[in-house]
């Protein structure tokens, strides 16, 4: 099955500044990426999503890259806010064929001091 | 409109009870995940409905895990008879489409002492 690695798991950075979080995974059958933030007593929300057929996408201060050929995607994070603190969830899901759940990776809690 | 929501928020049982947890999808979202959360581990995924029917349990412990969905509403959740590793965080999503983005509720905390 599926197995997504998320790096770091802890992540300390100072307001205004950059964050960045790497997920790698096994399966190259997966062709749809989410990145989920949890704050606390809250379920996962949704951030940015992308698709195997697309390298890069934009919202605002927030991006996601994605290589296929070695399998990892990165959250990027700029200008970071302390309303940025919050666990981070990389996930993938592979081709229809093998089921629509997400595979999660183990999660990035992300602190951002003023 | 109002998100996928879970109850309880939290529940403690001892060892060998029995615990039931809800979930409401959001409304006109045919497609209802289970996931739990075990403390410092990744969200892993339970199983799948498609209205009433079970398209997916291969994610399912074992069969001390019983899920429902009649109606193809709101689905139910019982783990029976609870042992401690069941602890965790479990979530409940809920999506439009097959290949829809997945909308999480809060989840049920569960304590198995």
């Known amino acids: 099955g599926e197995n997504v690695e998320q790096h770091p798991s802890t992540l300390s950075v100072q307001e205004g500044d950059s964050a960045v979080i790497k997920c790698t995974y096994s399966d190259s059958a997966s062709n749809y990426f989410p990145w989920y933030k949890q704050e606390l007593g809250k379920g996962p929300q949704l951030i940015i999503d992308i698709r195997s057929n697309v390298g890069e996408k934009k919202d605002q201060r927030i991006a996601v890259t994605l290589n296929k050929t070695a399998k990892h995607f990165s959250l990027h994070i700029t200008e970071t806010q302390p309303e940025d603190s919050a666990v981070y969830f990389c996930a993938a899901r592979a081709h229809s064929n093998s089921g629509y759940a997400l595979n999660f990776g183990k999660g990035t809690s992300l602190l951002v001091t003023p | 409109e109002a998100g996928v929501t879970q109850f309880p928020s939290h529940s403690v049982i001892e060892k060998g009870q029995t615990v039931t947890l809800r979930c409401d999808p959001i409304s006109g979202h045919d497609n209802l995940y289970w996931y739990r959360r075990v403390m410092g581990k990744e969200i892993k995924f339970l199983l799948h409905f498609v209205k009433e029917s079970k398209q997916d349990e291969s994610g399912m412990p074992n069969n001390r895990f019983l899920a429902e969905r009649t109606g193809g509403t709101y689905s139910t959740l019982k783990v029976q008879p609870a042992e401690l590793e069941d602890s965790g965080v479990y979530f409940c999503?809920?999506?439009?489409?097959?290949?829809?983005?997945?909308?999480f509720g809060p989840g049920t905390r569960l304590l198995v002492l």
């Open positions: 999503a809920s999506s439009q489409r097959l290949e829809g983005t997945q909308y």
